[in-house]
């Protein structure tokens, strides 16, 4: 028997500094009335709820509070934050061994009560360990899906409109495949505010636009290293990023963004999850976004594809 879903109602596994940080962040954003923090170290996760609670006055009545699996199996959205994160001169694949041995511990319990939520993966490797949850789990392929490029997303429209002096909302872009070395820049049809960014470029200043993507891309993807090597650990922009898919969740908005999700022949992919553009809703991943890409994407696609695959074949599941 599986308990009816509490569409308020949000839980995070893994109070760390990912975990504690997309709690505060969904706690500020008022989407929950309950939001409960499952942690192996339970004086964490009890302390990282009183410390949240604490900011309720200055924002929305909510209830957040340590937990158990008891208490999160009628969640509308499970995210997983748990697990080691990257130390200086780590890649996200690095983690994967570790990670996967920690969600074998967390998975059984979720699908052992029958859980008819949603699964939202944030721990690295994301792609792999959103595979690994949707094969641990039995789970269908919708309710799955992992943040994946959604923050790297984020990260390009931020320095592009850095770069080019315009609201980064303006920006219409995208990183897609993996969430790590291999990710894929799609540049083919970038735009602000429907102006191709070549033009948009031009018109302000800039003309040398090769080098000037190929900076943008290098420096979008190693964000995550440049951050690490500083301060140890990203949790701010990656909290962002749990609160904006769990709104897309919550308030069903129908939301195209690049989670994390199974693809089983698209784009001539194959049982592999990589971070591709889709329709994000109450029902989770609801439609896949048949997004065009060059020739040259296409390629570099398929190439984050065999890197995934190559990692996936070393598990044992
Ligand atoms: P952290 O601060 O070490 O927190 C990890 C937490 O997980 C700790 O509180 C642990 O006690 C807890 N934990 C470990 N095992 C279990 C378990 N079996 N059940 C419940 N809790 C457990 O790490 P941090 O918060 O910095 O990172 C967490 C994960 O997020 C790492 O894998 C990071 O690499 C990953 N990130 C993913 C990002 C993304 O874009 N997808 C971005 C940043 C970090």
Not at 55 to 69: E, L, R, S, V
Not at 129 to 156: C, E, H
Not at 213 to 227: F, L
Not at 294 to 307: D, R
């Amino acid at each position: 028997m599986s308990k009816p879903i509490n569409d308020r109602k949000v839980a995070i596994i893994g109070c760390g500094f990912v975990g504690s940080s997309s709690a505060f962040a969904l706690m500020q954003g008022g989407l929950f009335s309950e939001i409960v923090l499952v942690d192996v170290d339970r004086n964490r996760a009890e302390g990282e709820a009183l410390d949240i609670s604490h900011g309720m006055p200055f924002a929305h009545p909510c209830k957040i509070y340590a937990g158990d699996y008891n208490d999160i199996d009628d969640a509308a959205i499970i995210v997983i934050t748990a697990g080691a994160n990257q130390k200086p001169g780590e890649t996200r694949l690095d983690l994967v061994q570790k990670n996967v041995a920690i969600f074998k511990t967390i998975i059984p319990q979720i699908s052992e009560r029958n859980y008819q939520g949603i699964i939202l993966v944030v721990s690295n490797p994301v792609d792999i360990l959103t595979y690994v949850t949707l094969k641990l789990s039995g789970m269908p392929a919708t309710r799955v899906l992992g943040s994946g490029t959604v923050l790297d997303s984020a990260r390009f429209k931020y320095i592009l409109g850095e770069h080019l002096s315009v609201d980064p909302r303006n920006v219409h872009a995208r990183i897609v495949g993996e969430h790590g070395d291999s990710e894929v820049a799609v540049w083919s049809t970038a735009n602000i505010s429907g102006i191709p960014i070549h033009d948009f470029c031009e018109l302000r200043g800039h003309y040398d636009h090769e080098a000037a993507m190929k900076r943008i891309a290098e420096d979008v993807k190693n964000s995550a290293y440049e951050i690490i090597e500083k301060k140890h650990a990203t949790y701010y922009g990656i909290a962002m990023t749990v609160k904006r898919i769990c709104e897309a969740i919550a308030r069903d908005e129908k939301t195209i963004i690049p989670v994390s999700n199974y693809q089983n022949g698209e784009y001539g992919l194959d049982d592999v999850v990589l971070s591709m553009p889709a329709i994000v809703g109450r029902g989770g991943v609801e439609y896949k976004v048949p997004a065009p890409f060059n020739a040259q994407e296409l390629a570099q696609l398929h190439e984050s594809a065999k890197t995934m695959k190559e990692v996936i074949e070393t598990l044992d599941l």
